[in-house]
């Protein structure tokens, strides 16, 4: 288990949990990083930040600092 | 107000291709305005049925969910709640959805489909669901959704008469407005109570028990996924250009230097290019005012339309070249996908000070004109990031400066070189940069203050790569400029008159009537050349006599600690009009004929002027980099007050940031003055 900023560009993971309950994570839900979903980090960003990732066919870009609160698993 | 034709909200998510919906449904019977006490805009339409019915179309804010986080995707959830009141009552609702994006999309239609209003579904891009190989069947939806599900393409047109027809379908056999009607009265109550109204018409319940604004994420999707099992196939194709464009578009070093090259090219297409456009908009308000001249006999009247009305509508026509490239250039990086990557590559640098990616552009714009640069920063989505984007837009540095800059640097600013750098290039780089120092301190400040609030979280679709379409484009364009034409040019307008009025009256002063008759009678014997040296020095005096002359006298105690006397006070309030005004006005206030090339002329006559009571020069290169630093960082400009009055849709924010501005110019100003002399400068 680990948070979704320390996956590698390129590999996968499954949603686990997200930290902390408040409106923001209620969005990420929305989203549809509901736990068991399966995303893709695609890439990150020239200066690291944010990242690129697909969730159910779409593409997000998400900052680093929030991404730190998406628990994964790493396939 | 009465409601005269039922009204249909398209509500979808960001890139559900939404807005070329309602495009194609309304075309040019379409107008914005905003939404009462919020700074989200009204888009609203009206579309002709097949029976010959008419229907409003009613463009909602792009939303990924019925959850608000924002004042748009608030203003969605009030709207379909009914909470919006008359102003905003949708009577049935189209869920508009990606048909590529079913897996994703589709838990917002759910939401949608669970506040039980009468409610259509419809499956847009399907063109491009075809092309990628993707099929929906779209029956087994209708079914399983209970609502009217329709394949549609805005791109192309396909499915939007059957669109229509269904509209009207609807609209026809029921008694939709009676049901509605009494939707609408108990709705504020039965929501805010989680409970729904009873469902009827078209909307049958898809899970029976609570309402879909409460469902739970986990849960939806899980629907969501069930359905997408049943009713979509995917014949495999390759693999779309997306992956091939990003590699280029957000690689690492290719990204960036594309994004400089773009972003070079829209800079130098509003600083530069819309030139001649500006000229010819100019020649023709010229022509316009010549012949109002020559036709109307010279007076009150005659000078009420040429130097009032015509100077007010000339500035308000040079605006819209630079408004339509700029919206040109946004139309197509929004519509193609490229702003999103933008943002992606800008938003760690734009993040050092608080602004998202997508402040890039806006403050860039700026540099040409603070007025598109402001009308750009609607593709801010949260509203804290679009309020401190506008709040710092003006501090950049912008055209109408430059003649200023460029008059005092020339008058006072010794033609000299340190190393390779020329001491007058590095003045006005500097002015630059106090524009942008200020602005980074202000945006800091703002963050802390007055804009404080929880930071928006950065969560940005970025959509699939499209082509865009030149209707949607072109509409973009005439939209933006009609609003500035209406809202702002007003006030513009409104101004330019009162500045004419006050340069203009009481008139009448001997010493002016003294100077024409003079004018007059050497023009009787013949003297060409003295008759016009009269008649500008008898414009020059019945300026200097004008409410503005008396206005720059009672204002000068105010600024003298800045090092300006009362005629660079009349120079300051001209700049009102626009900022490059102070060059002509100066001139006419020094006797120079502010006619043709005025600048050339007062850069010799400037450092000449003496002081009637001291004997010493009037302006010194230190008044000079004053001035400069005044202009800097002052918001002396109406156009741009009226735009963010206009785009935050209330007066607090231009008022404070007039306030802010120029407290902040005037202090700036005396430290350097003041600062100056005491280092013997002066």
Sequence with gaps: ?75 | MSKPFERIALVGSPNSGKSSLFNRLTGLRQKVANYPGVTVEKRAGTCHLPSGRQVEILDLPGTYSLTPRSPDEALVRDVLEGRQGAAAHADRVVAVVDATRLDRQLYLALQILGTRRPAMLVLNLMDEADAQGIEIDVPALERRLGVPVLAVSAKTGMGVDRLRQTIDRANGHTDTNGHSEANGNGHGNGHANGHTASAEGNGHAVVADAPWAELDPARGYKEVESIVRQVVRRRPTEKAVRGRLDAILTHKILGPVIFVVLMATVFQSIYAWATPAMDLLDAGVRALAGLARATIPAGPIQSLLVDGIFAGVGTVASFIPQLAILFFFIAVMEDTGYMARAAFLMDRVMGSVGLPGRAFLPLLSSFACAIPGIMATRTLPSRNDRLATILIAPLMSCSARLPVYALLIGAFIPNRHLGILSLRGLTLLSMYFLGILAALGVAWVARRTVLRGPRTAHVLEMPPYRVPSVRSVLLAIRERCLLFLGQAGSVILAVSIVLWFLASYPGGHPETKALESRAKAAAAAGHAQDAAKLRTEASGSALRHSFAGQLGHLIEPAIAPLGFDWKLGVGLLSSIAAREVMVSTMATMNNLDGSSDPSESLRQALPRAVNPKTGLPLYTPLVAISLMVFFALALQCMSTVAVAKRETNSWRWPIGMLVMMNVMAWVASLAVYQGGRMLGWG
Aim: charged share 30%.
């Design chain 1, 1 to 75: 288990m680990r948070s979704l900023d320390r996956i590698v560009p390129g590999s996968r993971a499954v949603v686990h949990d997200i930290k902390a309950e408040d409106s923001f994570s209620r969005s990420l839900l929305e989203l549809g990083l509901v736990p068991g979903t399966e995303i893709e980090v695609v890439r990150r960003a020239p200066l690291g930040d944010p990242i690129e990732l697909v969730v159910r066919g779409s593409h997000f870009s998400i900052r680093r600092q929030e991404a730190r609160r998406i628990l994964v698993q790493a396939i």
